[in-house]
RNA sequence: GUCCCCAUCGUCUAGAGGCCUAGGACACCUCCCUUUCACGGAGGCGACCGGGGUUCGAAUCCCCGUGGGGACGCCA
């Protein structure tokens, strides 16, 4: 049988980090068995969903490059085919109306959870051999429900957690549609998983607990019922759970910090599933090796410093030309517009090697195309007067020295050596003076791109 | 409260009864490289939640406890 598997997202937000390796994995574990993945927006919350969720979440899932096979799917065009499901249900009594109110209902749940009990639906609308069923109340819109079996055990083998069984009298009848008629979530899910043949459901372990209703559905309608793979949640950095209050963020908020997709794509995979020692690895590499038998039970913390440890690798293996347009782009966003002059492309190629996130690399090449500011702490350490003799020689050697690395280096060690001093003790001032602070890349490097004009204004600063 | 799930270094994890005096990675520390800061290289620190079993032998299997999480919606 063919793989099929699905990712299936409410557009009530955007997609998160959990969403996103959900999303992941069940792609992945599509391609590596040659199978199909399917994008499903369940927008039956008509109420929550809305169209900029819907794009936010197609925005997400483009920026990593996870690609679907069919769909979108979208569960408000399929009401009609869930509306025929539902008559059948009924007329096979497999599905129930039920004239309970909302605040019956409440008073329940609320006597239930006094008594220590689990709140559930205590069935009094439900057709009973040899019950006699109140009558129905006029005025008030029936809400439909399923008929869950009684007695016995739901066992299903999950794929992540193992052989999970569930009583049937932990569980009650839900409500598969609302009183205007809309069916809900627990019922569509079953109904698209049954008809879009999906194999494997893929998704998070928040859904455990709606499976067993979900196979006894599946099995009530007749359905072959897929196998369940629950992945567990992913903390924030600080081990607390995300939540849109507490730090979770859109996966396109790690593209505007600066973090390339292949990092972030290689440190959720990572997240939760192992390959032995192995750490960095491509998709494609990840489609080839992932498989649901090393993926943890157990719940884990992101680490924001290790995805900034694969991003760092990641920006040094990064093509150019997307490197210069990426950067171009967030240099104008800090107001920078890029002259011919340095060569952004041979600005990146020294800075790449020592940038975590493609938004420190912008902000460390700032200088070149705009005077910095000199750093007061820097200056102080590094700006003395006594160095001045020696940087106003320098200035003169640096005329008409020619301006490559090799040449300036010499020029610099010469005035080193003239004024009898150690290396740094004329670098570092220089550093300062045209960079602004006192950490860069080899100095003579940095004013070879820096340009002959622009250096010797920039020492010329230094009163 | 009830049901379900989880439990190895600070963090992500390897580990399917002997390969484990528990391996790797991030972070941290030290040293090397060096023109500062990084990068890179070499080392170091650091964990099997507790208690009972089972077994010749348990991080691995079972039970209990403890701790954490999830679910209990006319949300998904």
């Given amino acids: 049988m063919t793989v099929r598997t699905r990712f299936a997202p409410s557009p009530t937000g955007f997609l998160h980090i959990g969403g996103a390796r959900t999303a992941l994995f069940s792609w992945a574990f599509a391609k590596k068995h040659g199978g199909k993945f399917i994008l499903r927006i369940e927008d039956t919350d008509v109420a929550r969903s809305t169209t900029e969720a819907v794009q936010a979440i197609l925005d997400g899932m483009n920026w990593l490059g996870l690609d679907y096979d069919e769909g979108p799917f979208y569960q408000m065009q399929r009401m009609d085919r869930y509306k025929e499901v ?15 109110t909302r605040e ?45 079996p009684k007695d ?4 299903w ?8 069984s569930i009583a049937n009298q932990e569980l009650d009848d839900l ?46 309608l007749g359905a072959t019922v897929p196998q369940y793979a629950h992945l567990s949640m992913i903390l924030g950095d600080d081990g607390q759970k995300l939540s849109k209050r507490h730090g979770a963020v859109s996966v396109m908020q790690y593209d505007e910090d600066g973090y390339l997709p292949e990092a972030v794509l290689n440190y959720l995979a990572r997240l939760g599933w192992s390959h032995g020692d192995d750490e960095i690895f491509s998709m494609q590499q990840f489609c080839e090796w992932f498989d649901l038998d090393h993926i943890t039970p157990s719940a884990a913390q992101f680490n924001t410093e290790k995805l ?8 040094k293996l990064a093509d150019r030309d997307y490197l210069v347009k990426d950067i171009t782009g967030r240099l104008a966003q800090l107001n920078v517009s890029v002259s011919a002059q340095p060569d952004l492309v041979a600005v990146i190629d020294l800075y790449k090697e020592r940038t975590n996130t493609l938004n420190e690399l912008a902000e460390s090449i700032v200088y070149f195309y705009r005077k910095p500011s000199i750093d007061h702490v820097a200056a102080e350490k590094h700006l003395v007067a ?24 010499h ?27 006192a950490q860069s890349p080899s100095i003579d490097q940095v004013m070879v791109l820096l340009g002959r004009c622009e250096v010797l204004a920039r020492i010329a600063e230094f009163k």
């Fill in 86 to 100: 539902i008559q059948k249900m009924l007329q096979e009594g497999s599905a129930y109306y039920c004239y309970s």
């Fill in 104 to 148: 019956e209902l409440d008073a329940l749940r609320e006597s239930q959870m006094q008594q220590g009990l689990k709140p559930r639906y205590d069935g009094r609308w439900r057709p009973e051999e040899g019950k006699v069923l109140p009558e129905p109340p006029s005025g008030i819109p029936p809400v439909i429900r399923f008929k869950n």
């Fill in 152 to 155: 016995g055990n739901v066992v």
């Fill in 157 to 164: 083998n999950d794929l992540v957690k193992g052989e999970i």
């Fill in 175 to 220: 409500i598969i549609a609302r009183a205007d008629g809309t069916p809900t979530y627990n019922f569509c899910v079953v109904v698209d998983d049954w008809e879009m043949g999906i194999t494997q459901v893929i998704r998070g372990d928040d859904h455990v607990n709606n499976t067993p209703r979900q196979i006894n559905m599946l099995k009530a």
């Fill in 308 to 315: 900034k440890w694969l991003n760092a690798h990641y920006i």
């Fill in 386 to 409: 006594d160095i001045k003799p020696a940087l106003e020689n320098l200035t003169e050697l640096l005329r008409t020295v020619d301006w490559n690395a090799e040449a300036i280096h």
């Fill in 411 to 437: 020029a610099i060690n010469e005035v080193v050596t003239k004024f009898q001093l150690k290396f740094p003790k004329v670098a570092m001032p220089l550093r300062v003076l045209l960079t602004g602070i």
